[in-house]
Nanobody, 125 residues
Framework: QVQLVESGGGLVQAGGSLRLSCAAS????????MGWFRQAPGKEREFVAA????????DYADSVKGRFTISRDNAKITLNLQMNSLKPEDTAVYYC??????????????????WGQGTQVTVSS
C-alpha cells in the first residue's frame, strides 16, 4: 500500500513563505516522478509543480514560476515545495502526487497514480 503524507501547511500572511514536505512509503519508487497539485474552494484541481525521478528536471505552473521551488530526496523518497512570496490566491489544499508519465502529461490529474490526503495552505491578505 503506497502512502503519501504531506506536512508543512498552515496560515501565513501575504508575502510570507511556507515549505511543504511529502513522505512516500510502501514500495520501491525508482523511476516515479513526483509533484504537487492544489485545489481551492469551488475550483478544479490544478497542477503546481513536478520533478522527474531520473533527470531531476522540473516544471511549474505559470502562476508559481519564480516563487515556488520543487525538490526531492530520492534516497529518502521525500518531496519538498518551497513557497515564497505567497499570495492570497495561493490559498488551497495542496496534494502530493506520485506516478510514471511523460512530462508533457504532468498537468493532467489522471496521469498520477497516487495522491496524498492534502495539506491546507491559507494566505491572508
Amino acid at each position: 500500500q503506497v502512502q503519501l503524507v504531506e506536512s508543512g501547511g498552515g496560515l501565513v500572511q501575504a508575502g510570507g513563505s511556507l515549505r511543504l514536505s511529502c513522505a512516500a512509503s510502501g514500495r520501491a519508487f525508482s523511476n516515479y516522478d513526483m509533484g504537487w497539485f492544489r485545489q481551492a474552494p469551488g475550483k478544479e484541481r490544478e497542477f503546481v509543480a513536478a520533478i522527474a525521478w531520473s533527470s531531476g528536471s522540473t516544471d511549474y505552473a505559470d502562476s508559481v514560476k519564480g516563487r515556488f521551488t520543487i525538490s526531492r530526496d530520492n534516497a529518502k523518497i521525500t518531496l519538498n515545495l518551497q513557497m515564497n512570496s505567497l499570495k492570497p490566491e495561493d490559498t488551497a489544499v495542496y496534494y502530493c502526487v506520485l506516478g510514471r508519465s511523460s512530462s508533457s502529461k504532468w498537468y493532467v490529474p489522471r496521469t498520477w497514480n497516487y495522491w496524498g490526503q492534502g495539506t491546507q495552505v491559507t494566505v491572508s491578505s
